[in-house]
């Protein structure tokens, strides 16, 4: 059946049985490429017959499906062309994982953070009209980004607006772990579709045969209608915004799809299709623990079992999720928040130890933050364990509900600098450059393991400042673990070798590089100062002018933007001082653009970040040798 489809135009042609058996080649395509890529499978086997359906009913690209999240587009993919570069997915110069318009016409909309897919239907839906054109645009939504308020947001506008607007709701009762919210337990409480349409229809044909006074009764019934809607029809809350209702549908049944489908194409405005599905469906061991495959790095297809990191060692968050539920063990004022990040973030041991200081808030950025904000204000200490890009949606609720107030909310800004293969929405490069610009922020970056405990430790004993919010932010992977680490005291820089002409000063994740051009400069007759930075803000300026005294270059290395990063800070207050004029500052950190998927080694190459590109840009550049600069 795969290699008859060049195209969706192909799967038009297939009969409901051949639509049935591709569903279980693409099945079988997906577990065979994401058992070696590695990549988002449980979504992604769920969706399949959906995929299909909605390519068999809409004719892409002049109809627009828009995935929420998009993380469950690979079928879509499939479908669209792109079947024979599966192989490369998430790989560097290879597939996006995710919607990307510049690889396909058929992706009508770059994603990877939640919750977008309806304002953004909604926006091209209101430009079809204004262009007066008889297309279709659909949203697909998982029942997990449904707990996003921006989703929300949109739905109260398009109820309003009763533009054609096709949403499809994938409710497979799963975010990344157990779906939460009171959404979630309503759709839960939704059993059937049919029967209030059946009721309504037949009860509404029968009044008006009545001779004399059935048109009468008929009206009556119709005013009567919402009360009866109350008790009678499935997915009120959606109606009562304006959208018309369809479903729940089986959503592995390719003719319940359809049928569905096709009633949505001809409903006038906002319809809510509700599908329902399993999450990981046709792979024993993905339906068997959808979580454990959402998004899995490369497996045996066979046992499912996934090799653990060659590395081995702890993750940074796994280190981050043992320390906090230490110390909330002796402090019973601690409480974590995550955003549907449970296991991601490492919170798994928290959540089991101490279930009533545990908040899962759903796909909620803004509200974490805000309500981070009220626990803090009552005297508790919260600590909102977040993405670095998705902390990037409360921008906003840190400046007005956390920093003006200076409340003491623990951020632990987790996957921080560049994530890899999930790409430009995901690198955590702006943490450090919009965390700075805040008032009352404290900025940490942990350069190990054993440094992350002792920030946290740190950051919750409230010895930071009197008051006032601190971000510990760490990146993805493995944490190597120091002998010892010195005791952190507020504000102070980690001085770790003591040279001259050179100094470094690295950011966290840059150690391993730093310690790269230490040994090099080394061998050429530089004794380089080595300096951790530990502390963003406040900058340890005492210790930065001092540098400035004694070396000729400084070279500073961080994993975030250089616009508003910790280089250009330096760069500015040695400036106010004059001190520019002794010491030469080097930036090393990711210039003004987005950066695209691939392995971590590739990706620093890429960003001449490598030890390599700099020593080259060092000597060349700067003209670092053994005589100075
Ligand atoms: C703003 C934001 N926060 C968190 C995430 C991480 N994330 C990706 S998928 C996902 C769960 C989505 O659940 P759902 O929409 O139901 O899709 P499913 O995987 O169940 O198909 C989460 C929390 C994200 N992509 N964007
Ligand atoms: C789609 C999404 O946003 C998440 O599933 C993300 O890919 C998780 O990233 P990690 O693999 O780093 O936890
Ligand atoms: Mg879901």
């Not at 359906?53 to 879509?76: E, M, N, R």
């Not at 061998?523 to 070396?551: Q, W, Y």
């Not at 080097?586 to 392995?599: K, L, N, P, S, T």
């Amino acid at each position: 059946m795969l290699d008859r489809i060049a195209g969706p135009e192909d799967v038009k042609k297939l009969g409901r049985r051949e639509q049935q058996l591709l569903a279980k080649e693409i099945r079988r395509y997906l577990v065979s490429h994401v058992s070696k890529t590695g990549g988002h499978l449980s979504s992604n086997l769920g969706v399949v017959e959906l995929t299909i359906a909605l390519h068999g009913v809409f004719t892409s690209p002049a109809d627009k499906i828009i995935w929420d999240v998009g993380h469950q587009c690979y079928a879509h993919k499939i479908l669209t062309g792109r079947k024979d570069r599966m192989g490369t997915i998430r790989q560097f110069h290879g597939l996006s994982g995710f919607p990307k318009p510049s690889e396909s016409p058929h992706d009508h909309f770059q994603t990877g953070h939640s919750s977008t897919s309806i304002s953004v239907a909604l926006g091209m839906a209101k430009a079809r009209d204004l262009r007066g054109d008889g297309s279709h645009v659909v949203a697909v939504i998982g029942d997990g980004a449904l707990t996003g308020g921006m989703a929300y947001e949109a739905m109260n506008n398009a109820g309003q607006m009763k533009t054609d607007l096709i949403v499809v709701l994938n409710d497979n009762q799963m975010s990344i772990s157990k779906n939460v919210g009171g959404m979630a337990l309503y759709l839960d409480s939704i059993r059937t579709g049919s029967v209030y349409r059946v009721i309504k229809a037949d009860v509404e044909k029968a009044l008006k045969r009545i001779p004399w006074v059935g048109e009468k009764v008929h009206d009556l019934a119709v005013s009567m209608k919402n009360g009866l809607k109350q008790v009678l029809v499935p997915g009120m809350f959606f109606e009562e915004l304006g959208f018309t209702y369809l479903g729940p549908v089986d959503g592995h049944d390719m003719e319940q799809l359809h049928t569905v489908l096709e009633q949505a194409e001809s409903v006038a405005g906002p319809v809510l299709v509700h599908v329902k599905t399993v999450k990981g469906k046709g792979y024993r061991h993905a339906e068997a623990d959808p979580m454990k495959y959402h998004g899995t790095k490369p497996f045996e297809p066979q046992s499912g079992q996934v090799p653990a990191s060659p590395q081995g060692g702890q993750g940074y968050s796994e280190v981050f999720g043992r320390c906090l539920t230490e110390l909330a063990r002796e402090d019973g004022k601690v409480v974590a928040i995550t955003a549907a990040m449970t296991d991601g973030t490492g919170l798994e041991p928290f959540a089991h130890a101490f279930p009533e200081r545990f908040f899962d808030v759903g796909i909620a950025e803004q509200h974490g933050v805000a309500f981070a904000a009220g626990l803090a204000c009552e005297g508790y200490k919260p600590v909102f364990a977040v993405y670095s890009t998705f902390l990037q949606r409360a921008y906003d609720q840190l400046v007005h509900d956390v920093c003006i107030q200076e409340l003491p909310v623990v951020l632990a800004v987790d996957r921080a600098g560049l994530v890899g293969e999930d790409g430009e929405t995901h690198q955590g490069v702006f943490d450090v450059s919009f965390l700075n610009q805040m008032p009352n922020m404290t900025v940490m970056a942990p350069a190990d393991g054993r440094e992350l405990e002792a920030a946290l430790a740190f950051a919750l004993s409230g010895t930071a400042r009197p008051k006032g919010p601190v971000a510990i932010r760490y990146p993805r992977g493995t944490a190597p673990f120091r002998e010892e680490v010195a005791p952190i005291v507020y504000g102070r820089m980690e001085v770790l070798a003591k040279g001259e002409g050179v100094a470094l000063v690295f950011v966290g994740s840059m150690m391993e590089t730093a310690l790269e051009l230490q040994r090099r400069l080394v061998r050429t007759g530089i004794r380089p100062t080595l300096v951790n930075a530990r502390f963003i803000k406040p900058l340890d300026m005492e210790l930065l002018e001092s540098l400035c005294r004694n070396h000729h270059t400084m070279v500073v290395l961080e994993e975030n933007q250089v616009i508003g990063g910790l280089g250009s800070e330096i760069l500015r207050r040695l400036n106010e001082g004059g001190f520019e004029k002794t010491c030469r500052i080097a930036i090393y950190g990711i210039q003004d653009r987005f950066v695209e998927h691939g392995d971590r080694k590739s990706l620093l190459q890429l960003l001449d970040l490598d030890p390599d590109s700099i020593w080259e840009d060092l000597q060349k550049k700067w003209k670092v040798d053994a005589h100075g600069g």
